[in-house]
């Protein structure tokens, strides 16, 4: 669908080029054909010095039209550019913190995120872990997918009891969707179960 808006929009700008270089390309055979005609009707010094002054005035029209030529491409680069940013911001990702715990020994972290991708998609709410020292670090698209151990469709409350620093159990308080719930069971020594 995004490669359809892409080309959509790729279409709608180059038409608009094509449009914007044929009006210029028509001014321009416009004025350079009426000095022609005036040579041909009147041969008098009067006429010649008349198209001296109008070349003069076409150079500044042709001057003028270029530039008004290039403002529109810029405006219509500028635009391009625009949508291309819209259509990046549909892809990117928020991922909020909802919570987070330390294991007893406070050797690990686990934290509870909700990822919000837009209007489009629904929340995703996941659980990963990480050392005590690490950092999460979102991708390209603003996801945070390093120490997932569960993942389930919707706004989820969860809670996080850690028994120990091998064993964490995520206890799901309230789901908005009932869909599976997508659970590694383990992540480095850390045996991860899942209580609903």
Same mark, same amino acid.
């Not at 010649?48 to 219509?76: C, D």
């Not at 120990?164 to 590694?184: F, G, K, Q, T």
């Given at each position: ?46 006429? #010649? ?16 039209? #270029? ?22 911001? #549909? ?34 709410? +996941? ?13 390209? +698209? ?9 993942? #389930? ?44």
């Amino acid at each position: 669908m995004e490669r359809l808006q892409v080309r959509n929009v790729w279409s709608s700008c180059l038409a608009e080029i094509s449009w914007a270089l044929s009006v210029g390309h028509q001014c321009l055979l416009e004025l350079s054909a009426a000095p022609n005609q005036l040579l041909q009707q009147q041969h008098s010094v009067l006429v #010649m010095e008349h198209l001296r002054m109008s070349a003069s005035g076409r150079k500044a029209i042709v001057a003028i039209s #270029m530039l008004a030529l290039l403002l529109v491409v810029a405006f219509l680069l500028f635009r391009v550019r625009a949508d291309f940013k819209a259509i990046d911001a #549909m892809a990117e990702c928020s991922e909020s913190d909802a919570g987070r715990t330390a294991s007893p020994g406070k050797a690990y972290v686990a934290t509870v995120f909700v990822r919000n991708c837009g209007a489009t998609t629904g929340y995703v709410t +996941h659980v990963n872990l990480r050392g005590a020292g690490d950092a999460f670090v979102p991708d390209s +698209h603003g996801v945070i997918r390093s120490g997932e151990v569960i993942s #389930m469709d919707g706004n989820t409350r969860v809670a996080l009891n850690w028994t120990d620093d091998a064993d964490l159990e995520v206890v799901v308080l309230s789901r908005d969707r009932r869909s599976p719930i997508n659970n590694s069971g383990l992540w480095n020594s850390v045996h991860v179960r899942v209580k609903e």
